[in-house]
């Protein structure tokens, strides 16, 4: 009997030795969360050159890329102001360096029959893919009614993104 004791009282010395002692475990959970929110921005912008001209007698046209990224699925809008000179979308003008002004459009369509301004009608709709969307801005000078003075003109435009 003193062997059983004796073995007994051994194993338990080695099962402590070896941290085969039961355990308890306490459990409990988390969540998880994130919300993703309908954002746009602009990207990045172009400049809309037009190039070197002396006189011109026909239309100049030019483009430019416009890039914007919106979150997926976000339904947006894109509007261009008026500019810094112009008194209207449909009547913008570059102001020249030494005086002048030079009239020119922007347009929604490679046709140029769309103009594109920051009211409802005039701005370019779309839906965002989670992706940079590329879009074209065409620009065009007409013809100069009267004398135009040499220089560099040039004009800013605002682009606004409404979603």
Excluded at 12 to 19: I, K, Q
Excluded at 47 to 57: A, C, E, N, Q, R
Aim: glycine fraction near 14%.
């Amino acid at each position: 009997m003193k062997n059983k004791i004796i073995i007994g009282i051994a194993t338990a010395g080695a099962l402590l030795a070896t941290g085969a002692v039961a355990q308890t475990v306490a459990t409990g959970t988390f969540n998880v969360r994130m919300k993703v929110l309908d954002e746009c921005s602009v990207k990045s912008t172009e400049t809309l050159d037009f190039g070197d001209h002396g006189v011109w007698s026909s239309n100049v046209d030019s483009q430019a890329s416009l890039v914007v990224a919106c979150t997926n699925g976000t339904p947006f809008s894109i509007g261009l102001d008026k500019g810094l000179n112009g008194s209207s979308v449909t009547d913008r003008q570059m102001a020249g360096d030494r005086g002048g002004n030079i009239a020119y459009g922007l347009f929604r369509d490679a046709s140029r029959a769309q103009p594109w301004g920051d009211d409802g009608a005039n701005t370019v709709a779309g839906t965002g893919t989670g992706v940079d969307q590329t879009l074209t801005i065409y620009g065009r000078v007409p013809p100069p009614s009267g004398a135009v003075i040499a220089g560099n003109y040039s004009d800013t435009i605002t682009v606004a993104v409404t979603y």
